[in-house]
């Protein structure tokens, strides 16, 4: 077995298979040759797995503590495209492009000939939307197998052992999960399971798509306000693309397709020329829009959210203060990219307001210039494969004892806002726990932001406990 492990390896890196990543990175001129931009570290939700830049604090556990427990909500891996960006965006675009074969001729246009003859990848949309794609799978293994090396005494030793990974039940999340789940074990034979929790409308906070089972949650407003930035951002972009005179009329939906385009085709084919048509500055923009949108839809600007990440980080904070009551000690719920935005906001990170003026919104994100300084980046937390981990370190040195959390967001760690006077700015554990509960205290419970008082709903997230309700 690994003899055909080694053999396989070998060959590969004799043929020079494609680099799965090749990030496409604009940079300067000899004068600055310092700057370096990689587009696909700009792309939000749409960015392949890359570990976020910390403000230089060391991801190590600090000196003197360890690890005890680590609790983990990720992102399922990368996939061959996203229902939505797909409907109503990028097949549109691909239609019209299409549709206006007979009379346009890019041929002229160094940034667009390749269009001539540029066919999309999407060639089965039954068995391609929202499935998981190879990367992801790579990803997902390769994430497990970084897992366990970080934690290898978090994992359980006996084969009897009742060890869980928890996906939703989507097959990009569980796919996503199984294989997470066999990298922990480097494709050794597995101790535990997967356990799919139902993404169906019934679940009340016991879920990990509390958007599904929110009915009256409303983000119609998301769309308004980030359209609003998309016309802005695209107009030198349109008049730059219809300069060469194509004969195709570019509207800001175009513009949008080929930026997505990039991401996703750059996932499934290793490269894409789309990614060359953009400068450094339309791509902030196009990261800006899908901040703007993500704001408003599942972050600080939709009153809803901090309610709906509440349960996962209610029910995490329990499983961190214990210690003895349940005998796994690394848990990772692999969920939709809902659930990140939802989880950050509801414990307090990257909110713009906390050091600027509330009063404003527009202050936070206006929609006639980017904010290049705002702290809710998308792309720190919501790429394929995104990650938020709380860690329950038990230090013992000179200048800390006792227990501490510490957040990392696709590695790098977070510091809580008012709550950082641990080692490595982690928060000591027992004022997390009444952190989360101030927070819990001062929004409205599940039940009661989705309108579901009384019609007998599950009001805390408890499957990681309580198995049967699920
Ligand atoms: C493209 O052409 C087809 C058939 O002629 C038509 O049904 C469709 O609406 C057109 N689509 C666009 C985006 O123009
Ligand atoms: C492309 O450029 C050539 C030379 O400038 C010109 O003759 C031709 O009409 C252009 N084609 C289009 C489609 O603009
Ligand atoms: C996902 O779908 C594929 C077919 O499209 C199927 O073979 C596979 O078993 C499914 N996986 C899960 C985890 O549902
Ligand atoms: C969502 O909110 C908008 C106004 O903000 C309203 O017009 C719309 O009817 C709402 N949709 C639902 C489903 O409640
Ligand atoms: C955390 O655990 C400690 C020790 O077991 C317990 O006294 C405390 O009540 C727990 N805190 C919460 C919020 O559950
Ligand atoms: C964000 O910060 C502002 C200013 O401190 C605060 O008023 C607001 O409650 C915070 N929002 C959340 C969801 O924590
Ligand atoms: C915020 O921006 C919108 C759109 O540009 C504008 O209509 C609104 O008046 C602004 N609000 C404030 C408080 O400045």
Known sequence: MSWVLFFSITFITKVHTIDLYSPWIISAGPTFNAYKYNVLQHLTSISPYFESISDGLNPDPPQGCKVNKAVYLVRHGSIYVNDNDYFLTIEPFLQRLKNSSYYVDFSNSTELAFLTH???????????????????????????????????????????????????????????????????YAGHETIGNVVSILEGRDQGANTLTPRRTCPIFNTSHA??????????????????????GSGFQFTPKDVLAMQELCGYETIIRGSSAFCEIFTSEEWLSFEYYEDIKYYYELGY???????????WVVATGNLLNQTDVNDQHLYISIVHRQMPPFVVTALGLYNDSEYTSPTNINHTLPLNEINNRRAWKTSRFLTFMGNIALERLDCASAAYTGSFVRVLVNSAPEPLPGCRSGPSFSCPLKQYMDYVKRRSDSYEAFTKACGLENRNAAETLSFFVNEKVV
Do not use: C
């Not at 366990?148 to 994992?155: K, M």
């Not at 928890?166 to 996503?176: D, E, Q, V």
């Not at 600007?301 to 349960?311: C, E, R």
């Open 118 to 184: 540029w066919t999309s990848y999407i060639l089965n949309s039954k068995e391609q939307i929202e499935k998981l794609a190879k990367l992801g799978f790579v990803e997902s293994f390769n994430f497990g197998a970084r897992l366990a090396h970080r934690y290898p005494h978090l994992l359980p030793v006996k084969k009897d052992a009742s060890f869980k990974v928890w996906g939703s039940s989507a097959n990009r999340t569980l796919r996503s999960a199984e294989a997470l789940f066999a990298g922990l």
């Open 223 to 244: 769309f308004k306000l980030s359209d609003e930035w998309l016309k802005y951002y695209t107009v030198p972009i349109i008049a730059r693309l219809t300069a060469k």
């Open 301 to 311: 600007g939709n009153t809803k959210s901090v309610s709906l990440g509440m349960p």
